[in-house]
């Protein structure tokens, strides 16, 4: 058990994540998913190179940075992220990820994301080993997983990748780190209670929140779901 930010690592949270929401009625949405639970908000940034999807950029984190005090998680699945973090963090971004395979000088990034006085994240896709981030794990704030290939939402859960979170785990232990471990892609009611018992602490959701019904409540459902693993855990 360790802290981060002055909070025991294994609370888990949910952090909606907007590229399932309806972006005409994004802060509504955002709010009502916030209501429900949702302590952060995770932003999918997408430039149609890295991955094959263009989605959002700073203006909208500048938005939702009105519409919300909640933290803003923006994930940079964006080639050569040096150049658009300094306007991500103008834009009101609380915590900013970048994928090991996009960084060419991985530590300089990530010390590039610190000195804007925000949490730095590493991101790792299905199939990149957790080995390849052991020089950079005592600079990490959290590291995402990805549980599917990254590029668009509503996507099938890989539980492969949960064999990553167990060895994050224990090198966080065995080296007396304290990032937190974050999952993304295909979470849902029935791969929560797996992803939770792995190790999980951070779990992003989007067609689970936003995909249908009302995000408060699919909010709520997950929260609890995951609430009841995590008990099991200890």
């Known amino acids: 058990m360790c802290v981060w930010n002055g909070r025991i690592s294994t609370v888990i949270e949910l952090a909606p994540s907007i590229l399932s929401a309806d972006f005409a009625r994004l802060a509504e949405q955002v709010l009502s998913a916030v209501a429900g639970g949702g302590s952060v908000v995770h932003v999918d940034v997408m430039d149609g190179h890295f991955v094959p999807n263009i989605t959002l950029g700073p203006p909208i984190v500048k938005s ?10 923006c994930h940079l699945m964006i080639e050569n992220p040096d150049q658009y973090i300094p306007e991500f963090a103008d834009a009101g971004a609380d915590w900013i990820s ?8 991985l530590n300089r990034t ?3 994301i610190k000195s ?7 991101v790792i896709n299905p199939a990149t080993p957790v080995e390849t981030l052991s020089e950079v794990l005592d600079i990490v704030d959290y590291v995402l997983v990805m549980s599917v290939n990254p590029g ?6 890989i539980p492969e990748v949960l064999n990553k979170v167990r060895k994050l785990v224990d090198l966080r232990t065995t080296r007396r780190l304290d990032y937190r471990i974050e999952i993304d892609g295909g979470v849902a009611l029935d791969t929560i209670p797996e992803i939770v018992r792995a190790g ?3 779990l992003v959701a989007g067609s689970a929140v936003f995909g249908s019904g009302d995000p408060k409540k699919n909010v709520e459902k997950l929260l609890k779901v995951a ?3 995590n008990l099991q855990r200890a």
């Open 152 to 157: 668009f939402g509503g996507q099938k859960f």
């Open 227 to 229: 609430t009841k693993a």
């Open 110 to 112: 990530l010390d590039l």
């Open 116 to 122: 804007h006085d925000l949490k730095a994240g590493v």
């Open 64 to 73: 939702l940075r009105k519409a919300t005090k909640s933290v803003l998680d």
């Open 98 to 105: 970048v994928h090991q395979e996009a960084c060419r000088h």
């Open 200 to 202: 999980v602490e951070i």
